[in-house]
């Protein structure tokens, strides 16, 4: 089959792999129909290039037709139209019982010290094929996929695999009080959707923050009070400009939607780079040791909050030796969450929304389409936010 692999820092294939097989009694084979494409591939694209090995096949927004199951799945068969979550839980041990299918005791990548696998995403995470490609295997298939009804197009349902949860739980985690003010940093998918779903649960006032004109002028039309982060001398500028919006205190909750390539700190991107850039054999553990992020957008985050407010920090961070500024954290008594997204925890309560009358927009959320073939475009161009390009689905 095809299938998008990883060759290298900004280097990705189309290229011919195996076809996935059934391996375990649990395990189902799917033929993938849309699938999309994530600020989380970027990291892969550029710096957790470290944790990769060429050939290894990327994506985790999946959605399509089940092929093949094993005997360990009884309620899929072969036809079933279904979305797969990004992580791989099983359904059944304290964790997932808990609600944290993030730290799924079945599939913890124990040897790297990481929970739930994830499809796709480093050897930290499993070193799991993704699912840009024709044909996925999906271990756990007792409880990952989920079945979703003949008759919408893809659209309707494969955001229930990352985007919907991710920005679902960003907001539940924001817990933005009745008639509440809440921020966003970052209007890409995740930011744009947490804003869509912060309105439709009722909070009063959605700020969202981003330096690309298209994604800021897609919120404002949603009624989002949007600011263009280039337009302002400088980051305390614009927190103070928001602050003047909230009473001179500052929005009850801020959900940083950007992660580890805020625009902003020159130093760490060089550091950044270089890890980037080493040889394999020294930039792996180098990078685990040392790997720094851009935190940016969290120091916005933190400035921005007011006191006793809530950060939900819903952007990747992946460095192991950031400074963090504690001292603010501790004296503005700021309550912080975060993590991946724990998507089959939210989908019940997300279901109602995708519906005919779409309230969430999910039906034209995706700017393009892009056969599976044409996935290099579609990185390089979603990296460098090209030809509007906001959200990307691929077909195999
Ligand atoms: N927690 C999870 O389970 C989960 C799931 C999916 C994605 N993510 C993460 O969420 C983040 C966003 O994902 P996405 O698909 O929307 O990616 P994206 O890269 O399209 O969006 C990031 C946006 O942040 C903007 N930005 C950059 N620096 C900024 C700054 N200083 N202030 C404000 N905005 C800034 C960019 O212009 C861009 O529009 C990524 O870090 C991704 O890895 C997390
Ligand atoms: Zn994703
Ligand atoms: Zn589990």
């Given at each position: 089959m095809k299938a998008v692999t990883?060759?290298?820092?900004r280097d990705v294939r189309v290229e011919d792999v195996p076809d996935p097989r059934i391996e375990e009694p649990t395990d189902a084979v799917i033929r993938i129909t849309s699938t999309g494409l994530c600020g989380s591939d970027l990291h892969l694209y550029e710096?957790?290039?470290?944790f990769m090995t060429p050939g290894d096949i990327l994506g985790h927004e999946p959605m399509g037709i089940v092929e093949e199951v094993g005997p360990g799945v009884p309620d899929l068969q072969a036809g079933d139209r279904v979305v797969v979550p990004f992580q791989i839980a099983c359904g059944n041990c304290w964790m997932c019982l808990t609600g944290l299918p993030t730290q799924c005791e079945t599939t913890q990548v124990t040897g790297e010290g990481m929970g739930a696998a994830l499809f796709g995403y480093t050897r930290l995470y499993g070193a799991v094929p993704g699912a840009q490609a024709e044909y996925l295997r999906v271990p756990q298939a007792q409880f990952g996929p989920m079945k979703v009804p003949e008759g919408p197009p893809d659209d309707r349902f494969v955001y229930l695999s990352d985007v919907l949860p991710t920005a679902w739980q960003a907001v539940e985690y924001a817990g933005v009080p009745p008639g509440g003010t809440l921020a966003v940093l970052g209007l890409g998918p995740i930011g744009d959707m947490a804003c869509r779903i912060a309105k439709a649960r009722g909070a009063e006032r959605v700020f969202g923050i981003d330096l690309v004109p298209e994604r800021l002028a897609r919120a404002d039309r949603d009624g989002v009070e949007t600011y263009d982060l280039r337009t302002f001398d400088d980051e305390k500028a614009l927190v103070h400009a928001i602050h003047d919006e909230t009473g001179g205190r500052g929005p009850d909750a801020v959900i940083d939607a950007v992660g580890t390539e805020a625009h902003g700190s020159a130093a760490a991107k060089l550091a950044q780079t270089a890890t980037g850039l080493l040889p394999r054999k020294l930039s792996g553990p180098l990078a685990e040791r040392f790997s720094i992020d851009r935190l940016g957008a969290l120091h916005m985050a933190i400035d921005l909050v007011r006191r006793g407010g809530t950060i939900s920090l819903s952007g990747v961070y992946g460095g192991t030796a950031d400074p963090m500024p504690m001292l603010t954290l501790f004296d503005k008594q700021i309550q912080l969450r975060m993590g991946q997204a724990n998507v089959r925890r939210w989908c019940d309560e997300i279901m109602p929304y995708l519906t005919d009358e779409d309230p969430l927009g999910v039906d034209d959320f995706a700017t393009h389409r892009l056969p599976l073939a044409e996935a290099p475009h579609a990185y390089d161009m979603f990296q460098h936010k090209q030809d509007g390009a906001i959200k990307i689905l691929m077909q195999p």
């Open positions: 990883w060759q290298g820092r710096v957790l290039t470290p």
